[in-house]
């Protein structure tokens, strides 16, 4: 059973700092490019970051660049997202994804977590 799981949402003020968490588990983890997304009340879901397999090329949305970063630990099957220098548009729940590389898919992410809620006050 493929799960992914995200933790260390929670509330903080402009300015300060969150490291999100997932765990996955039920596929083969090193296998997969990991990304997080974001969803804002009334918008769509929208890209963040992703990391490819061996973790020495991670990708950014214009918007977080210089001020997030991700990684992945293929030992222990998680994926991190350090936010810096929040600010209050990053308000969103916070998605973590698995993409299949060769399914022939293209961009389509195979497996999601149920989100975790990330509020940045002003």
């Known amino acids: 059973q493929v799960q992914l799981v995200e933790s260390g949402g929670g509330l903080v003020q402009v300015g300060g700092s969150l490291r999100l968490s997932c765990a996955a588990s039920?596929?083969?983890?090193?296998?997969?490019?990991m990304g997080w997304f974001r969803q804002a009340p009334g918008t769509e879901r929208e890209f963040v970051a992703s990391?490819?397999?061996?973790?020495?090329?991670?990708a950014y949305a214009d918007s977080v660049k210089g001020r997030f970063t991700i990684s992945r630990d293929n030992t222990n099957n998680t994926v991190l997202l350090q936010m810096d220098r929040l600010k209050p548009e990053d308000t969103a729940v916070y998605y973590c994804?698995?993409?299949?590389?060769?399914?022939?898919?293209?961009?389509?992410?195979?497996?999601w977590g149920q989100g975790t809620q990330v509020t940045v006050s002003s």
């Open positions: 990391i490819n397999l061996s973790g020495d090329y991670p």
């Open positions: 994804g698995a993409r299949d590389p060769y399914s022939g898919r293209g961009s389509v992410y195979d497996y």
């Open positions: 039920g596929f083969t983890f090193r296998t997969y490019i």
